[in-house]
């Protein structure tokens, strides 16, 4: 309801600052998911049921990051939305950094321990598995290298000590100092993030129908009850100013 009690007057303007919500993208890509697992998952066939229960278990899970939205209202946790948000931005010129770092120690080392492998869809993932995991602790590698003392157990020894003092010690560190940073930047203002959070909040609710669905219909049919009313010159002047009372709400707008 908000896209048609939108200031901007052009169908553009409208569209544009509707997607400027990310909540908005959220809710229309939680809706679109739900709509085609529901069309699959009637679909007699054994291939578009599994398809429609891994698309409803992705739904579910951004379903539930949507209620992070009613986090904003509390004043000890709307700020730390802004910093999880800020710190995502951090992790992702992180996670460029350690890409790096994984191809270059996780393809050879493959190679080295489990040589010649025809391609498979799920050669990637086993790559991934020998670089990544190493990070948290779970030295895997030095098991399969064990008990090779040839150039190749060597070489791989070598490459798994240089990329566990890289990754494990110089990167970590470096991702917890970004954080650090990060949160002592907005802890300093946290009042002010959390009452510019429940204004926005406020004007956001006051555009939307009082009525939750599916009683939202009964919410409409008022609107434009008001909306007819203001229009005929003979209509009570209350009914006047309850529709102006209407559109000054929904001027409200960060």
Same mark, same amino acid.
């Given at each position: 309801?908000s896209?048609f009690?939108?200031?901007a007057?052009t ?5 544009r ?9 959220? /809710? $229309?890509v939680a809706?679109?998911?739900?709509f $085609?697992?529901f @069309?699959?998952?009637i679909l007699?066939?054994? /291939? ?5 229960? @891994?698309i409803?278990?992705?739904d579910l899970?951004i ?9 904003f209202?509390?004043p000890k946790?709307?700020p730390?939305l802004?910093? $999880?948000a ?11 950094m350690?890409?790096v770092?994984m ?10 321990i489990h ?6 869809w ?11 995991w190493?990070i948290?602790?779970?030295v895997t590698?030095l098991?399969?290298?064990e ?6 157990g ?10 566990m ?7 970590v ?5 970004m ?5 002592n ?7 002010? @993030? ?13 555009n939307r ?12 049919i008022?609107r434009l ?16 100013q ?13």
């Amino acid at each position: 309801m908000s896209f048609f009690t939108n200031e901007a007057r052009t169908y553009q303007g409208k569209v544009r600052s509707y997607f400027v919500n990310v909540w908005n993208v959220v /809710d $229309i890509v939680a809706i679109a998911l739900f709509f $085609i697992a529901f @069309i699959l998952r009637i679909l007699p066939n054994e /291939d578009c049921f599994c398809t429609a229960k @891994i698309i409803l278990a992705l739904d579910l899970s951004i379903w539930y990051m949507r209620t992070l939205d009613i986090f904003f209202a509390v004043p000890k946790l709307g700020p730390k939305l802004v910093m $999880i948000a800020e710190m995502i931005h951090d992790l992702k010129f992180f996670v460029l950094m350690l890409t790096v770092f994984m191809f270059a120690f996780g393809v050879p080392a493959y190679a080295l321990i489990h040589g010649v492998e025809s391609f498979t869809w799920h050669l990637p993932r086993k790559v991934f598995n020998v670089a990544y995991w190493q990070i948290f602790g779970e030295v895997t590698v030095l098991d399969l290298i064990e008990d090779s003392y040839g150039p190749p157990g060597y070489l791989t020894y070598f490459l798994l000590v240089c990329y566990m003092a890289i990754a494990a010690t110089l990167l970590v560190n470096l991702l917890i100092a970004m954080f650090s940073n990060t949160f002592n930047v907005y802890q300093e203002n946290t009042d002010y @993030i959390w009452k510019y959070q429940r204004f926005n909040l406020v004007c956001e609710y006051l555009n939307r129908p009082s009525l939750p669905p599916p009683f939202i219909f009964f919410s409409h049919i008022w609107r434009l009850f008001l909306f007819l009313g203001s229009r005929v010159s003979k209509a009570p002047k209350c009914l006047k100013q309850m529709y102006r009372n209407h559109l000054q709400q929904s001027r409200f707008s960060m």
